[in-house]
């Protein structure tokens, strides 16, 4: 795992040093800048984000310094940790030859597409962390992985509020499934779902308190639901929408070198192809509990393939 880690963060760190103008992620930065100088969010700036990336950079810049170079090292670092909890997870149903090249396509694509300091990757990275937990819990059955999936998930809501909801009902409605079609599996016991409810409740308890006594409590709530209300009406694209620039693609695809066009194809075809996986998880879903209702023989892998499509069927609704 620590090689897979390794050799991903080292083919990310190649684009750290370049960036272009991306109003996204002045959102994060400058928000972590201004915690740095002594603001709190949402009582001295607006944000319809839950605060985890803000402090989150806040924290790294504190520590490290406050430069672009030392964001993108960060960004680095959370897309290289996709590649070993891509492996754990392919691995649980696939060759060891398939799982790596899972991973390999995963790590080539999926961080590059986008190389900006946003949302979307903490958040993301917190939730893959939750899937796995769940997973674990799933072969396991233990409190502490019942209280890390809680955790974990906590977490995704705390970084962006409509990827953990998405996940909370993608887990849960998962879990149901498996219940209900293999009601011999006890996975759910007094214990574990009062680790449950305190992995889910103590960093929103941390998060309230901290807020309350900084005297940005009721804004910060309003912030969190502003986008229930106004989000859809800024930002009405349709799914699996392109925002490419044509001088963009004239400069990736036309200007670039033979070896340049074929490495800036593998990378942007995810731009295609990703869209259209979630409604494959749903599909997979329906299936999957369609035949366990129809008393229709299932393997072992079943519990595995009806948890994993539930929550990427869950974090689609997330971006209804």
């Known amino acids: 795992m620590l090689v897979i880690f390794l050799l991903s963060f080292f083919y990310l760190c190649i684009f750290r040093r370049y960036s272009w103008v991306d109003p996204d992620e002045g959102i994060i930065l400058q928000g972590a800048q201004r915690i740095l100088d002594g603001q709190v969010l949402y009582r001295d700036f607006f944000s319809f984000f ?16 406050d430069s672009y170079l030392v964001a993108h090292t960060a960004l680095a670092f959370i897309g290289a940790a996709f590649s070993p909890l891509t492996y754990l997870l392919a691995r649980r149903v696939s060759s060891r030859q398939a799982s790596l ?8 694509t999926a961080l590059p597409w986008r190389f900006v300091v946003i949302h979307n990757w903490d958040s993301t990275l917190w939730a893959c962390l939750a899937l796995y937990a769940a997973v674990r819990l799933l072969e396991s059955p233990s409190v502490a992985w019942a209280f890390a999936a809680a955790t974990f998930t906590s977490l995704t809501a705390l970084f962006e509020q409509s990827k953990g909801a998405g996940l909370l009902l993608g887990l849960g409605a998962g879990f149901l499934i498996i219940i209900f079609g293999s009601p011999e599996l006890k ?14 409740t103590w960093p929103f308890l941390i998060t309230l308190v901290y807020f309350a006594t900084h005297h940005g409590l009721t804004t910060m709530l309003a912030g969190w639901f502003w986008p229930l209300q106004h989000y859809s009406l800024a930002n009405r694209v349709p799914y699996a929408y392109d925002n490419m620039t044509g001088v963009a693609r004239h400069r990736i695809f036309d200007s670039a070198s033979p070896g340049m066009r074929l490495f800036g194809m593998l990378i942007f075809s995810a731009r295609t192809w990703i869209p259209y996986l979630p409604l494959l998880a749903v599909a997979l879903l329906v299936r999957l509990t369609l035949r366990r ?13 009806v948890l994993v499509s539930a929550t990427i069927a869950g974090l689609l609704l997330s971006i209804v």
């Open 50 to 65: 839950t605060p985890g990336s803000y402090y989150f950079f806040a924290l790294i810049f504190k520590t490290f310094g």
């Open 293 to 305: 209702w129809s008393r229709i023989s299932i393997g072992p892998e079943w519990a595995y393939y």
């Open 101 to 108: 090249l899972v991973t390999f396509l995963m790590t080539v």
């Open 187 to 200: 996975i759910f016991t007094r214990d574990r779902l009062i680790a449950i409810v305190v992995g889910l």
